[in-house]
T-cell receptor, first 108, second 114 residues
């Protein structure tokens, strides 16, 4: 089975940098996704990591270490609109397991 | 707008009843995924169909079933409904059949079981 841990809540200030961690224990690993979900809306895809290392996409970057069962999502130059829930999801052999999500609150 | 449509937007029903949720994927996408999101369980992957065939299965209850039709739209059938089935049900689609591809989520159907 899969077990995924993320912090429940985080707060940060507009313009700052925040790192959201995700640790996982899995019987099979084939990739890790990050999704953003605003309250009452559908999740939107942010990133997908299969190999170790950092993937950068504009203000957002995602890192993966398969040996440590660890990933993080880095958000730079935070904006108020980044206030949302961030979901980490692990792809197994034939299924997808989501963490409970990290609620990020960005304040002025 | 992701291009994925779901109907209805809201559904209120009673325990023991059966409902059908409908999803139309983005044009050209062959995979459809169903998810359930509740406050206590978070987002749970239920099932994936690819070009009409079941491809992957998650935590889907036996009371729930899905299918994908030749025109690629999909339906999720929920029967013998219980209070705990109240949740937001999302459908997503992707071009890939292997869970690797970017998934585009529909707006969801909010199911309330009274």
């Amino acid at each position: 089975g899969q077990n995924i841990d993320q912090p429940t809540e985080m707060t940060a200030t507009e313009g700052a940098i925040v790192q959201i961690n995700c640790t996982y224990q899995t019987s099979g690993f084939n990739g890790l996704f990050w999704y953003q979900q605003h309250a009452g809306e559908a999740p939107t895809f942010l990133s997908y990591n299969v190999l170790d290392g950092l993937e950068e996409k504009g203000r957002f970057s995602s890192f993966l270490s398969r040996s440590k069962g660890y990933s993080y999502l880095l958000l730079k130059e935070l904006q108020m609109k980044d206030s949302a829930s961030y979901l980490c999801a692990v792809k197994g052999y034939s299924t997808l397991t989501f963490g409970k999500g990290t609620m990020l609150l960005v304040s002025p | 707008d992701s291009g994925v449509t779901q109907t209805p937007k809201h559904l209120i029903t009673a325990t023991g009843q059966r409902v059908t949720l409908r999803c139309s994927p983005r044009s050209g996408d062959l995979s459809v995924y169903w998810y359930q999101q509740s406050l206590d369980q978070g987002l749970q992957f239920l099932i994936q169909y690819y070009n009409g065939e079941e491809r992957a299965k998650g935590n889907i209850l036996e009371r729930f079933s899905a299918q994908q039709f030749p025109d690629l739209h999909s339906e999720l059938n929920l029967s013998s409904l219980e209070l705990g089935d109240s949740a937001l049900y999302f459908c997503a689609s992707s071009a890939s059949g292997t869970l690797d591809g970017t998934q585009y989520f529909g707006p969801g159907t909010r199911l309330t079981v009274l």
